[in-house]
């Protein structure tokens, strides 16, 4: 977070806090509260923030996930608006913030972020739930329900504006690849949870809510095997994309580029969540059949003779078939399959033509053509962006998809080029 878009956009945020939380404190009046009930809360708040992991770890996207939303709504439905505030901006310091692993300005836009979605959403529940004056358990709920989703879109839509600011992307790019209905199925999950912790705090005892806190322990752990599972898997795909670069020196660094550059274009086009990520693992692997090619084919500096080409042609299929067996490699088996298809149908290896071949594949093979001409190959010179970009349309229609053309050639790719060494050299300093 260094650029200027984003240090305004930073000092906004922080404006915007100050303002609101003077507004709510004149709104709703002197706020009386019971110290051991605050504490209580940012103690709840704090053990359920203190540990996140990632599910999901594709170099641009990083995916987290904790369960504190639950005792957030809890705070949302408790507290005045302003009191309620403050205290979700405490209780959800994770334990990186604790130990001083934040940088601090991303410390405090958090604190920032967190007030300003606790004050929002704690007024939409004031309001919501005083549209039935019975006060009947059910509408508590969904006042709660409604409550949690207000404060979650917020909350996303704050930190796509603040990753968009710093990586130069768009913000509805940013904010289309983090929200997904799996997203908003959760709000609604922990949201629900929040409420019952609520009407337990007030209707029981403390005490039946921290017994009550035991199944989020138990998800946690059972969130925490999931993750380290998907973690193995990442690491298994970036390996065997690493060993296709050493076999190939000469392109080292094509496959995760045309896994960023396609990432990149499937959320323009269109694609999010878990088909993002099926198009960014597709990219990583979509030579992964060259394994198996001889050098003679492989390496060849020169033109291939008729029988080498064959063997070349090849390798869509070979990896495919190397990754169909796994049902999680399923869909990006599909599209590493045809991303030589030409959009006309004289590609290979199905003949398949317009939108028969896979979205995925579509999109790589944009990609892929771009990646050869810009990067250029050891016997022919790297064509300047103006070259590629006539080339890619001129042969919209024919080779490309002229709708995945449209969008490729919305998107400043230098930029992209920049930023992805931008991101390998901040990596490599790490």
């Known amino acids: ?19 609101v939380l003077l507004l709510l404190f004149s709104v709703y009046g002197p706020v009386s ?21 990632d599910i999901a770890h594709f170099e641009t996207q990083r995916m987290r996930v904790s369960v504190g939303l639950a005792v957030t709504t809890a705070n949302l439905t408790l507290f005045s ?35 300003l979605c606790g004050g929002a959403g704690a007024v939409v529940f004031q309001y919501v739930n005083g549209l039935n004056p019975g006060q009947e358990v059910w509408w508590f709920i969904v006042a709660s329900l409604v409550a949690a989703v207000c404060y979650g879109t917020l909350n996303t839509l704050l930190v796509a504006i603040a990753v968009a600011f710093s990586s130069g992307r768009s913000v509805y790019a940013v904010w289309r690849s983090a929200s997904s209905t799996l997203t908003h199925v959760s709000y609604l999950t922990l949201g629900a949870y929040g409420a019952t912790l609520s009407l337990t705090y007030t209707r029981v005892s403390p005490l039946a809510v921290v017994l009550l806190g035991l199944p989020l322990v138990a998800s946690y752990y059972g969130l925490r095997n999931s993750a ?9 795909v970036q390996s065997l994309a690493d060993s296709l670069d050493l076999r190939e020196h000469e392109t080292a660094g094509h496959t995760q580029r045309i896994a960023v550059f396609a990432q990149r274009l499937g959320a323009v086009c ?6 993002l990520e099926s198009l960014y693992v597709a990219g990583l692997l979509h030579d992964v059949g060259k394994l198996g090619m001889p050098d003679r084919v492989l390496l060849k500096p020169g033109s291939l003779t008729a029988e080498e080409w064959e063997v070349a042609r090849r390798h869509p299929a070979d990896g495919a078939q190397l990754l169909e067996p796994y049902e999680h ?8 399959r045809h991303h030589h298809e030409r959009f006309d149908g004289s590609g290979y290896p199905d003949g398949l033509a317009g939108d028969a071949i896979p979205l995925g594949s579509r999109i790589i093979s944009v990609v892929d053509a771009f990646d050869a001409m810009y990067f250029g190959r050891p016997y022919r010179r790297p064509y300047s962006w103006e070259e590629a970009r006539d080339e890619i349309e001129r042969n919209s229609g024919s080779q490309f998809d002229p709708a995945v053309v449209s969008a490729f050639l919305t998107i400043h790719w230098p930029g992209e080029v920049e930023l992805l060494r931008a991101q390998g050299e901040h990596d490599a300093h790490e």
């Open 81 to 115: 608006p302003p009191l309620a505030a403050l205290i979700i901006s405490v209780a959800s310091l994770s334990a990186r913030d604790l130990t001083g692993k934040t940088d601090l300005s991303k410390l405090l836009f958090n604190r920032s972020m967190f007030a």
């Open 329 to 336: 490699l399923r869909e990006v088996a599909g599209i590493v």
């Open 33 to 53: 509260f019971a110290w051991s009930d605050i504490l209580f809360w940012i103690g709840a708040g704090l053990a359920a923030h203190a540990v996140q992991f």
């Open 1 to 19: 977070m260094t650029n200027r878009r984003t240090v305004v956009y930073l000092a906004i945020v922080h404006t915007c806090t100050i303002a």
């Open 228 to 236: 380290l599972v998907r973690q193995f898997y990442t690491q298994v």
């Open 270 to 275: 269109g694609m999010r969540g878990g088909s």
